[in-house]
């Protein structure tokens, strides 16, 4: 055990003693001390996450200021578009370096949170590829992410395993695993666990530091085939924040004395200006339709992963598809079946559109994507050499810009409500991804919900959809949300409602729906009620 005693003065000015972290100079620990996390939060690897923050807050600092001025000219008209300062890289005639030997075929890839089940589930599903989430599948408090630490340093030792005490079942990984990817927070998010230089570290270098620091040596040799660690980056919304990551990983492989390159990472096009009803926020000419409707077959949807396609495949590098958001249903088959029909309909989209792999959200539908990627992959590992989509070189701004077309509801508002709310009720009390009305919900998803809300009340749209022609305004919110409780009041139960965090994931929910300016992120509020500092209590950034 690494950890030291050190005595406090209690209120009742009796000297107690309290176990902590052995920290370097400079680094400070708020979060509860246990004897397991102080095997990942060693002195070294602190150093490690120090060094990165150091040197990089100011960079992140800039990067983060950057996009408030980019918000500024979107909320004042302005339109995203290409950007000319990087036009010559776009027209450049470059590849990246070959895909590593042990992730050339991805045709199925997995995603959850780092929770310790889970973990050993998703690497045992069947995927290639499991992606490993300290981001939207994960509420980062204090207890999952350095469980979630100890979870990754075990599964890459090949160690990990689990005791369902109440199905007396334990859980071992196969012989035969996926191959693991790690996605650290976006750049946003803090970690108020960890003061460096007496501020809150930021979560993505926490997340990556210490998973880097215990794990690149043995993934290598367990997991990588002598390259890697792999990484999923999310959120990113300029190449100034690439080129970033792109100095951690150099500092990392320095540190860790790895050939330049070795670290590999996919990017997520999630956030970014043109493509996420965000930068929109201002421009009510580009109001959503309900959130069911905005699916991949809307023309800017189709466009960007068309070009996303195009791009990567020119570029050399595996394009992956997205998520479906379907998940099995058990208690009835034919529900069921349907769901398990628009999952492959949606995958077999993807694969003639020439993705090279997709996600999936829950083992029981990996199957039925893995026989739709294989029976449409000519069997190649991949499709990089082989659909080059050079039709989408002529996709313009305005093919990503294309209002969705649809219908606004009060059945798509109530939803949203319903949905947002019970996504943060889970949230505050540490699940970060939740199954409801059959379909996976997570931070991504909550997120639209949440955004669309508050899109339609600040310009009062009319719900067209339904043939009511009623005005979204504030007293119809305030209505509909007291409705919405009650509905999920009964469909919880009184007993789950009363112990659960409802009222108060209802509190935020609304504020930031009604909120006259748009908070950036659903969970960066919401962060300050997770935030539990020790000894001291419960504390506020
Ligand atoms: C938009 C985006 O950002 S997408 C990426 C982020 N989101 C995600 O990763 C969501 C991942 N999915 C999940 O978290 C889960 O599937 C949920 C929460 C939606 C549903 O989970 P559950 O309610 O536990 O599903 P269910 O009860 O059907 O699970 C059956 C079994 O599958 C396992 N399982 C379900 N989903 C996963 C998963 N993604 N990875 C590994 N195992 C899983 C469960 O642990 C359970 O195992 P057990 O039988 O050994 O106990
Ligand atoms: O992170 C994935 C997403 O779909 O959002
Ligand atoms: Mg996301």
Same mark, same amino acid.
């Given at each position: 055990?690494?950890?030291?005693?050190?005595?406090?003065?209690? =209120?009742?000015?009796?000297? &107690?003693?309290?176990?902590?972290?052995?920290?370097?100079?400079?680094?400070?620990?708020?979060?509860?001390?246990?004897?397991? $996390?102080?095997?990942?939060?060693?002195?070294?690897?602190?150093? $490690?996450?120090?060094?990165?923050?150091?040197?990089?807050? %100011?960079?992140?600092?800039?990067?983060?200021? #950057?996009?408030?001025?980019?918000?500024?000219?979107?909320?004042?008209?302005?339109?995203?578009?290409?950007?000319?300062?990087? &036009?010559?890289?776009?027209?450049?005639?470059?590849?990246?370096?070959?895909?590593?030997?042990?992730?050339?075929?991805?045709?199925?890839?997995?995603?959850?949170?780092?929770?310790?089940?889970?973990?050993?589930?998703?690497?045992?599903?069947?995927?290639?590829?499991?992606?490993?989430?300290?981001?939207?599948?994960?509420?980062?408090?204090?207890? !999952?992410?350095?469980?979630?630490?100890?979870?990754?340093?075990?599964?890459?030792?090949?160690?990990?395993?689990?005791?369902?005490?109440?199905?007396?079942?334990?859980?071992?990984?196969?012989?035969?695993?996926?191959?693991?990817?790690?996605?650290?927070?976006?750049?946003?998010?803090?970690?108020? @666990?960890?003061?460096?230089?007496?501020?809150?570290?930021?979560?993505?270098?926490?997340?990556?530091?210490?998973? $880097? $620091?215990? !794990?690149?040596?043995?993934?290598?040799?367990?997991? *990588?085939?002598?390259?890697? =660690?792999?990484?999923?980056?999310?959120?990113?919304?300029?190449?100034?924040?690439?080129?970033?990551?792109?100095?951690?990983?150099?500092?990392?492989?320095?540190?860790?004395?790895?050939?330049? *390159?070795?670290?590999?990472?996919?990017?997520?096009?999630?956030?970014? =200006?043109?493509?996420?009803?965000?930068?929109?926020?201002?421009? +009510?000419?580009?109001?959503?339709?309900?959130?069911?409707?905005?699916?991949?077959?809307?023309?800017?949807?189709?466009?960007?992963?068309?070009?996303?396609?195009?791009? #990567?495949?020119?570029?050399?590098?595996?394009?992956?598809? *997205?998520?479906?958001?379907?998940? +099995?249903?058990?208690?009835?088959?034919?529900?069921?079946?349907?769901?398990?029909?628009?999952?492959?309909?949606?995958?077999?989209?993807?694969?003639?559109?020439? @993705?090279?792999?997709?996600?999936?959200?829950?083992?029981?539908?990996? +199957?039925?994507?893995?026989?739709?990627?294989?029976?449409?992959?000519? !069997? &190649?590992?991949?499709?990089?050499?082989?659909?080059?989509?050079?039709?989408?070189? !002529?996709?313009?701004?305005?093919?990503?810009?294309?209002? +969705?077309?649809?219908?606004?509801?009060?059945?798509?508002?109530?939803?949203?409500?319903?949905?947002?709310?019970?996504?943060?009720?889970?949230?505050?009390?540490?699940?970060?991804?939740?199954?409801?009305?059959?379909?996976?919900?997570?931070?991504?998803?909550?997120?639209?919900?949440?955004?669309?809300?508050?899109?339609?009340?600040?310009?009062?749209?009319?719900?067209?959809?339904?043939?009511?022609?009623?005005?979204?305004?504030?007293?119809?919110?305030?209505?509909?949300?007291?409705?919405?409780?009650?509905?999920?009041?009964?469909?919880?139960?009184?007993?789950?409602?009363?112990?659960?965090?409802?009222?108060?994931? #209802? &509190?935020?929910?609304?504020?930031? #729906?009604?909120?006259?300016?748009?908070?950036?992120?659903?969970?960066?509020?919401?962060?300050? %009620?997770?935030?539990?500092?020790? =000894?001291?209590?419960?504390?506020?950034?």
């Amino acid at each position: 055990m690494v950890g030291f005693e050190t005595f406090l003065e209690t =209120p009742s000015k009796e000297r &107690k003693t309290v176990v902590g972290y052995d920290v370097p100079e400079g680094v400070d620990i708020r979060g509860r001390y246990d004897s397991e $996390f102080a095997r990942i939060l060693t002195k070294d690897a602190l150093q $490690f996450v120090f060094n990165l923050q150091r040197e990089f807050r %100011n960079h992140i600092k800039y990067a983060m200021e #950057c996009r408030k001025e980019a918000k500024m000219r979107y909320n004042s008209g302005a339109l995203p578009g290409f950007d000319p300062a990087t &036009k010559y890289v776009r027209d450049g005639e470059w590849v990246c370096a070959a895909p590593p030997p042990a992730v050339a075929d991805r045709r199925v890839e997995i995603t959850g949170p780092v929770e310790r089940k889970m973990v050993i589930n998703a690497l045992n599903s069947g995927a290639k590829v499991f992606m490993a989430d300290f981001e939207d599948a994960l509420s980062p408090s204090w207890e !999952n992410l350095m469980r979630g630490h100890v979870n990754l340093r075990d599964a890459v030792n090949g160690t990990i395993s689990f005791h369902d005490k109440a199905r007396n079942r334990v859980y071992k990984l196969n012989e035969q695993t996926a191959k693991l990817f790690v996605r650290p927070r976006g750049w946003h998010l803090p970690e108020a @666990h960890i003061f460096i230089d007496g501020e809150p570290a930021t979560g993505c270098l926490v997340d990556f530091g210490l998973y $880097f $620091f215990h !794990n690149w040596s043995n993934f290598r040799r367990t997991q *990588g085939e002598g390259f890697g =660690p792999f990484f999923y980056l999310p959120k990113m919304e300029h190449s100034r924040e690439a080129r970033i990551w792109n100095n951690v990983f150099e500092v990392a492989e320095k540190m860790a004395g790895i050939q330049k *390159g070795s670290i590999r990472a996919t990017v997520l096009i999630e956030t970014l =200006p043109a493509v996420y009803v965000k930068t929109f926020q201002a421009h +009510p000419d580009r109001l959503l339709p309900d959130r069911v409707q905005v699916g991949m077959t809307q023309h800017f949807m189709r466009s960007y992963s068309d070009l996303l396609i195009r791009t #990567c495949h020119r570029r050399g590098v595996h394009a992956m598809g *997205g998520m479906a958001a379907q998940i +099995p249903i058990r208690d009835d088959p034919k529900a069921n079946e349907a769901a398990l029909e628009l999952v492959r309909k949606d995958k077999l989209r993807e694969v003639r559109a020439g @993705h090279d792999g997709t996600w999936a959200a829950h083992p029981g539908l990996i +199957p039925a994507i893995m026989e739709v990627f294989t029976n449409n992959m000519a !069997n &190649k590992a991949n499709q990089i050499q082989y659909v080059k989509r050079e039709d989408a070189a !002529n996709l313009t701004e305005e093919d990503l810009l294309q209002i +969705p077309r649809g219908a606004r509801t009060m059945d798509g508002l109530r939803l949203n409500t319903r949905v947002g709310i019970q996504y943060v009720a889970a949230w505050l009390t540490g699940t970060g991804s939740v199954p409801l009305y059959n379909l996976m919900e997570d931070a991504a998803t909550a997120e639209i919900s949440r955004v669309q809300n508050w899109q339609w009340l600040k310009y009062g749209v009319e719900l067209d959809g339904d043939g009511l022609g009623v005005k979204v305004t504030r007293e119809l919110f305030g209505r509909v949300v007291e409705e919405e409780m009650g509905r999920i009041e009964r469909e919880v139960g009184k007993d789950k409602f009363n112990r659960g965090m409802y009222k108060e994931a #209802c &509190k935020i929910f609304t504020r930031q #729906c009604t909120a006259p300016t748009l908070d950036d992120f659903l969970t960066l509020d919401a962060y300050n %009620n997770i935030v539990i500092h020790h =000894p001291i209590g419960s504390s506020r950034l």
